[in-house]
């Protein structure tokens, strides 16, 4: 049982280019989410999904792209990145909307030049 | 809209003293839950402690209790006998009963000194 991973660990990009993240559940989770995490201002939310198929805007849904084609997987895609992006992105999932505890990957360290 | 303030941004503790860090929140709410999360250097965020608004009873997990109080819209965590691995930098979180989404405050660095 991996829980939640995140691929790539580390990632170094040129301003421009594209590049997506993948997060995979293996807990049948319905619920995933990407955020990010700058210093001195917590996690933030990106996007979020309620299963399979769905997708919503989170606080800073801004240049990023997701997708949830299947129930345990949570893409994160960006079009052209900016330096602006460079930051530690994490993805979480949880079981459902009646529960509330969130369960997180290791975070994918994310340079864009 | 919820917020989560944390007004500390770094604290230092010595083993086995005890520490408690703060937080505070904003909403209109009244069935939500807490979180205390913990994120070492290794940087994986993990659950240290959870509190279910409609209960009165302070949660306690071990070394960790939280003082809720609920009117005051505060949520401090206390950390007893503190350990060197309690080193990292914890956040607080907020979530509504009824959503899906998780806001967090900005955080404290804790540092337990030897």
């Given amino acids: ?113 | 809209a919820q917020t989560v303030t944390q007004s500390q941004p770094e604290m230092s503790v010595q083993e086995a003293e005890t520490v408690t860090l703060s937080c505070t929140y904003d909403t209109s709410e009244n069935n939500y839950y807490l979180f205390w999360y913990k994120q070492p250097p290794s940087r994986q965020m993990i659950l240290v402690i959870r509190q279910e608004a409609y209960k009165q009873q302070n949660a306690t997990e071990n070394r960790f209790s939280v003082n809720f109080q609920k009117a005051a819209k505060s949520f401090s965590l206390k950390i007893s006998d503190s350990q060197l691995g309690d080193t990292a930098m914890y956040f607080c979180a907020f979530a509504r009963a009824s959503g899906s989404r998780l806001t967090f405050g900005e955080g404290t660095q804790l540092t337990v000194n030897p």
């Fill in chain 1, 1 to 113: 049982n991996a829980g939640v991973t995140q691929t790539p660990k580390f990632r170094v990009l040129k301003t421009g280019q594209s590049m997506t993240l993948l997060c995979a559940q293996d807990m049948n989770h319905e619920y995933m989410y990407w955020y990010r995490q700058d210093p001195g201002m917590g996690l933030r939310l990106i996007h979020y999904s309620v299963g399979e198929g769905t997708t919503a805007k989170g606080e800073v849904p801004d240049g990023y792209n997701v997708s949830r084609l299947k129930k345990q997987n949570f893409l994160l895609g960006l079009e052209s990145a900016a330096p602006s992006q460079t930051s530690v992105y994490f993805c979480a999932s949880k079981v459902s909307l009646g529960t509330d505890t969130q369960y997180f990957g290791p975070g994918t360290r994310l340079t864009v030049l």
